[in-house]
């Protein structure tokens, strides 16, 4: 079992959706990876997490404790407003094992550049405010079959960069690019509730460059792979 309290998860008022600071899922992912990798032992292995599932939004409160059970079924996400109250499952992982990282796909073809800034306006005009620790992307390039960015820690804690899995903010950068992908292509914003498979390795130092290939994209959904 592996916890984490409200205060310890520095968010704050940089990530929000219609006003609530929300905990995203990109966290729950990594929250789940770690879990998995403190009980199986991983020695500089990634873990493959399959069909996770963001049951419901967590609104992060001072004192907020978040938890993650594994089991031979897979990982649970619970949050509980503090220590004393019971639990309530935000995110659910059916299947996690050790595997070495995949290759890299191809980055999409037909891409423009986009300026951050106006990411990031566009976002925020859809009712996702991003503030400066999960403004992440840099380098935007966008395209009718996805994206490429650049995603890169801002002035990250000397705890943050020393984490034995991807940062959530980092994982979460890939997550706004999928998202503003879908709005290139529909009037609808898009969130992610679901993730078919996830590779969560370790971090090498520096920025990352984020790719989103779109599968499928229609007026009701968006379906992509993230690397």
């Not at 873990?47 to 059970?69: I, K, N």
């Not at 999409?108 to 990031?120: C, F, R, S, W």
């Not at 306006?121 to 935007?140: K, T, W």
């Not at 996805?146 to 801002?154: C, D, F, M, N, R």
Request: net charge negative; hydrophobic share 45%; proline share 7%.
């Amino acid at each position: 079992r592996l916890s984490l309290v409200g205060s310890e998860m520095c968010i704050r008022d940089s990530h929000t959706v219609s006003g609530k600071v929300v905990v995203p899922g990109a966290s729950h992912i990594c929250v789940a990876a770690a879990a998995h990798a403190s009980v199986a032992g991983a020695d500089g292995q990634g873990v493959q997490l399959s069909d996770a599932a963001f049951e419901r939004p967590l609104e992060l409160a001072l004192g907020t404790v978040v938890e993650a059970t594994t089991s031979s079924d897979g990982v649970e996400v619970a949050a509980r407003a503090s220590a004393d109250d019971d639990a309530s499952v935000v995110a659910t992982v059916r299947a996690c094992a050790l595997v070495t990282a995949p290759a890299a796909p191809e980055a999409p073809e037909g891409l423009e550049t986009k300026a951050t800034d106006t990411v990031y306006s566009q976002l925020a005009a859809a009712g996702l405010p991003y503030g400066p620790r999960f403004r992440v992307l840099r380098d935007v390039q966008v395209g009718p079959s996805g994206a490429v960015a650049t995603a890169e820690l801002v002035s990250p804690a000397a705890w943050e960069e020393t984490l034995g899995f991807v940062h959530p903010a980092l994982l979460d950068g890939a997550m706004q690019l999928l998202v503003y992908c879908g709005q290139q292509g529909s009037a609808n914003l898009f969130l992610p509730s679901s993730v078919r498979e996830a590779f969560v390795g370790p971090c090498p130092p520096g920025p990352l460059t984020v790719i989103v290939r779109v599968l499928e994209l229609s007026a009701r959904s968006v379906e992509a792979d993230l690397t």
